[in-house]
C-alpha cells in the first residue's frame, strides 16, 4: 500500500491566518491525490480533487498544489468555520489516508 | 440533492456478525462506484471495500478480506456491507461515499455514518 504521511499533526493559527498542510506520499501518484475537511461529529467533506481541482462549493480560500510525491493543502485567511481536520487521501491505486492535520483554536 | 443514509450500526460481541446498508438518493446509482470507509473513535479514515457500478468488481482491505462483504442492490439504490467474524478493532463510524470508480477518483459525498461497537 502506499503511505501517506501529513504535516503537521496539529497547528494553532488564528483567525486570518494562512495555513499550510503538507502531505507526502511513499511513492510516486502523479496528481491522484484528494483533500476532505472533517469537523467533530461530522463526515468527511471533500474540498480538493485530483491536487488540483476545487469542489463545487467549496470557498476559494482552499487550494491544492504538487505532484508526485509531495502535496499541499492551503488556506488563506483562515475563517472560523475553517478549524477542523484535513485528510489527505490518494487515488493511485488501493484508497489510503493520511493521518490527518487537526487545525485547532489557539 | 444527493444523499447516502447508512443504518444497520449497533453493538455486537466479538465473533459476531452485522449487515450495514447505505440508502442512496438523489443520483443515478449504477453510475457510480460505492465505497466503505471507517474510522475508529479518534482516529484517522481506512478505506475497507469498493464495488463496482455493475457488482461485479469488488476490492477488499486486506483487514477485513474474508470476512467483511459487500454488495449492492441496483434496483434498491442501496449498498450493504456484511460483517462477520467481528473483532475489538472493527469498531469504527462505518461511512458509505460514492466515487466515479476504484482508482483515480475520489470519494463524494459521504453519509453521516453509523457507528459498530465490537465488545464483550
Known amino acids: 500500500d502506499i503511505q501517506m504521511t501529513q504535516s503537521p499533526s496539529s497547528l494553532s493559527p488564528s483567525v486570518g491566518d494562512s495555513v499550510t498542510i503538507s502531505c507526502r506520499a511513499s511513492?510516486?501518484?502523479?496528481?491522484?491525490l484528494n483533500w476532505y475537511q472533517q469537523k467533530p461529529g461530522e463526515a468527511p467533506k471533500l474540498l480538493i480533487y485530483?491536487?488540483?481541482g476545487l469542489r463545487s462549493g467549496v470557498p476559494s480560500r482552499f487550494s491544492g498544489s504538487g505532484s508526485g510525491t509531495d502535496f499541499t493543502l492551503t488556506i488563506i485567511s483562515l475563517q472560523p468555520e475553517d478549524f477542523a481536520t484535513y485528510y489527505c487521501?490518494?487515488?493511485?491505486?488501493?484508497?489510503?489516508f493520511g493521518q490527518g492535520t487537526k487545525v485547532e483554536f489557539k | 440533492q444527493v444523499q447516502l443514509v447508512e443504518s444497520g450500526g449497533g453493538s455486537v460481541k466479538p465473533g459476531g456478525s452485522l449487515r450495514l446498508s447505505c440508502a442512496a438518493s438523489?443520483?443515478?446509482?449504477?453510475?457510480?462506484?460505492m465505497n466503505w470507509i471507517r474510522q475508529a473513535p479518534g482516529q484517522g479514515l481506512e478505506w475497507i471495500s469498493s464495488?463496482?457500478?455493475?457488482?461485479?468488481?469488488?476490492l477488499y482491505a486486506d483487514s477485513v478480506k474474508g470476512r467483511f462483504t459487500i454488495s449492492r442492490d441496483n434496483a434498491k439504490n442501496s449498498l450493504f456491507l456484511q460483517m462477520n467474524s467481528l473483532r475489538a478493532e472493527d469498531t469504527a463510524i462505518y461511512y458509505c461515499?460514492?466515487?466515479?470508480?476504484?482508482?483515480?477518483?475520489?470519494?463524494?459525498?459521504w453519509g453521516q455514518g453509523t457507528l459498530v461497537t465490537v465488545s464483550s
Open positions: 461515499a460514492r466515487a466515479i470508480n476504484a482508482y483515480q477518483s475520489w470519494f463524494d459525498p
Open positions: 438523489g443520483f443515478t446509482f449504477t453510475e457510480y462506484y
Open positions: 464495488v463496482s457500478y455493475s457488482g461485479a468488481q469488488i
Open positions: 511513492q510516486n501518484i502523479d496528481t491522484y
Open positions: 485530483a491536487a488540483t
Open positions: 487521501q490518494q487515488s493511485y491505486t488501493t484508497p489510503t
